[in-house]
């Protein structure tokens, strides 16, 4: 069976080329071409045909198609949805920032988290994505949108820390100086808060940010709002990136979508402030994007004007975030779900 040479490591391309006979100079020229996008084998114009047709004989090169190509009329988000080898789709999200552009990238082909405010669970869990599958979103949206990517965020469809091996191995690869070469400190991991996981990710010492899929300050709202939650009370998961902070040195960011009548009350925001407080975490506030099979509405200015209250009396480290791609249906799994009905 041919490999997933995209996939690869570039000491493991080298090993093989070692191997098999090839000079291992070689192995890095392959590497770069990956990494510029091409999708064939004979796009490698300085390998010599005999090399470029053993590779073929026993690598294949992935590259997915661009099934829709949605671009914002505010403010310049651009969504794609892909389509992979075996047919399923995938979703990502180019964004523009004073900062440099970030995409937000998925890990999985649906996802088994079942969070009801989010249209990404919707049709549930279909497979893991490559390392490979990960790194061509990148690729290929820098390729065809013709912008530099300063920041990768593993926020996308399904739950990163799920698909813990190939999120590893695309971060190792994405970082390479031959390839890409995005740093640590611009690739940020979202998770529910898979605590295992977490400290797994910590043992690596790669400075990475990790984002927490909060959304709620206690385990009855967390669980009803993030049913794969149950068995992960709140306090042990802020206690798990606590000690990811002192493991790392790197500050971890909380997500919570403020939700109408759900979790936006002045009273979840007093819990939330004991709950992050000496944290050293920053929160991110999001205005929720709703979505037709979902019965949840965004939080009214008057209520998030309450919550934030509460959190500046309490001394919070929060950025309320503004709201990107809204016209173009941006938020996660909405575009792949509309097209599969």
Known sequence: MKRDIK????????EHFEEAGHERYRAKQVFAWLHKGVSSFDEMTNISL?????????????????????????????????RLHDGEAIESVLMEYSHGNSICISTQVGCKMGCLFCASAIGGFKRNLTASEMLDQVLFTKQD?????????????????????NVMRFIEIVRYKAGINIGSRHLTVSTCGIIENIDRMAGYGVQLTVAISLHAPDDSTRMY???????????????????????????????YALIDKVNDSPESAKMLSKLLKNTGS????????????????????????????????????YTLRRSLGADINASCGELRWQTLK
């Open 145 to 165: 949108s013709g912008k530099k990517i300063s920041n990768v965020v593993l926020m996308g469809i399904g739950e990163p820390l799920d698909n813990f091996e």
């Open 282 to 317: 920053h929160l991110n506030l999001i205005t929720l994007s709703s979505f037709k099979e979902s019965s949840f509405k965004e939080s009214p200015a008057e209520s998030i004007d309450k919550f934030t209250a509460v959190l500046k009396e309490n001394k919070v480290n």
């Open 225 to 255: 709002l993030i049913p794969s939650s149950k068995g992960t009370p709140v306090e042990s998961l802020i206690a798990a990136c606590n000690k990811y902070f002192s493991k790392t040195g790197r500050r971890v960011t909380y997500e």
């Open 50 to 82: 005999g090399l470029r047709s053993s590779l073929n004989d026993e690598f294949y090169i992935t590259s997915p198609i661009v099934i829709k190509k949605q671009v914002s009329k505010v403010d310049g988000t651009i969504k794609y949805l892909w």
């Open 7 to 14: 996939s690869m490591y570039l000491s493991e391309i080298e």
